[in-house]
């Protein structure tokens, strides 16, 4: 249950913060259906990965959103099912590029590149829009997060991409969603870490108020 009416208001949301998720859902749910398409035309692992990360990140921001006016336990709760959600997602893309191993697919670059150059400038976008909410609580952090791993995987996709062409071979492309799948995985467990540190800070400060009262 959220605090109740005789705990300490809840600290608010930086300024800017709900107008920068705002931007940042749209941004990333345009994304999805790019990349989405774009996987099924190359047939990459990295583009695949990418687009499901970011309608994760969509449904992430959104749930920020709708938490981000209440208290610090229930804003660590959001959080902690963000983590868990990222972590989930890393698991997933090591399982899809264990898969396409064992097929033998090679994707086709071109389509790889250009696609991971713009959402390189999609993520580059959000993620300095976020930058200064990096040191916020649990869940602006998770935000953070999301959009400073978004970028890397972008630039990691384009090198996949250049490796493809070069080699004509799947294995840059199973690398970077491997590595993709890696970085969700760590971020995923920095956020759970934050979020449980949160949610026991809240209670405890609930606590404090009913033996007070």
């Known amino acids: 249950m959220?605090?109740?009416?005789?705990?300490p208001e809840p600290q608010g949301p930086a300024p800017g913060f709900r107008k920068a998720l705002w931007i940042a859902l749209w941004v990333n749910l345009a994304m999805f259906f790019v990349e989405g398409l774009a996987s099924l035309q190359s047939g990459s692992v990295a583009?695949?990965?990418?687009?499901?990360?970011?309608?994760?990140?969509s449904a992430n921001y959104l749930l920020s959103l709708s938490v981000l006016s209440m208290g610090m336990l229930w804003r660590g709760r959001a959080a902690l099912v963000k983590g868990l959600t990222m972590a989930t997602f890393g698991l997933v893309?090591?399982?899809?590029?264990?898969?396409?191993?064992?097929?033998g697919v090679t994707p086709e670059p071109l389509t790889m590149g250009l696609v991971g150059l713009l959402a390189l400038a999609a993520n580059v976008g959000v993620?300095?829009?976020?930058?200064?909410?990096?040191?916020?609580?649990s869940d602006m952090r998770s935000v953070w997060l999301c959009s400073r791993n978004d970028a890397i995987?972008?630039?990691?996709?384009m090198g996949a991409a250049l490796g493809v062409f070069g080699t004509g071979s799947a294995w840059p492309d199973l690398i970077v969603a491997g590595i993709m799948g890696t970085l969700a995985l760590t971020a995923g467990i920095s956020v759970v870490r934050h979020a449980r540190s949160d949610i026991a800070n809240a209670r405890a400060a609930n606590r404090l108020v009913a033996q007070e009262n």
């Open 2 to 7: 959220a605090c109740n009416c005789s705990a």
């Open 47 to 57: 583009l695949m990965a990418d687009a499901i990360d970011f309608f994760g990140d």
């Open 93 to 103: 893309v090591w399982g899809r590029a264990i898969w396409v191993l064992q097929s």
């Open 127 to 137: 993620a300095v829009m976020l930058f200064k909410f990096r040191e916020g609580d």
């Open 153 to 157: 995987g972008n630039l990691a996709v």
